[in-house]
C-alpha cells in the first residue's frame, strides 16, 4: 500500500492534482520498499530488527500524510482541495505497519521440545 500511495495523487486542487512522487510520496515509497524487506527477513532469528525497521516505516509512512494533511489544513483550510487516493493509502500501509510491528513484537518463540 505504501508503494503504491507513493507514485499515486495526493491532493486534488481546482487546479489539478499534485502527485507523491514529487515530495514526501517518495519516501513513503522508501519506506515501503524497506518494510517489504523487512517483511522477507526471517523472522524466528531477527525479530528485534524487524520491530525496529517496522516501526521506522510505520511512523514515516503515518507521519508525513498526517503532516501534509495538517499543513494543507493550517495554509487554506478546507476549501479548494481534498486528499487524494496515494495519501488515504500511504497513512493506511503506515497503520497496518505500526500494527505488524505491534503483534510482532507480542509474540514470544516456542521452546523446543526434546523428541
Known sequence: MMALGGFLPWVYTHLGSMS??????????????LALAGGLVPAHRLRTVIVVQSVLCGLVAL????????YMLS???LQGWMPGPGLVLSA???????????????????AAQDA
Not at 22 to 32: D, I, Q, R, S, T
Not at 63 to 70: A, C, D, I, K, T
Not at 94 to 108: N, S, T
Open 20 to 33: 507523491g512522487a514529487v515530495g514526501a510520496g517518495l519516501w513513503v515509497f522508501y519506506a515501503g520498499l
Open 63 to 70: 507521519g508525513l500524510p498526517v503532516w501534509q494533511v495538517v
Open 75 to 77: 495554509l487554506v483550510g
Open 92 to 110: 493506511f500501509g503506515g497503520v497496518l505497519c505500526l500494527l505488524a510491528a505491534r503483534q510482532l513484537a507480542g509474540v514470544r518463540p516456542v
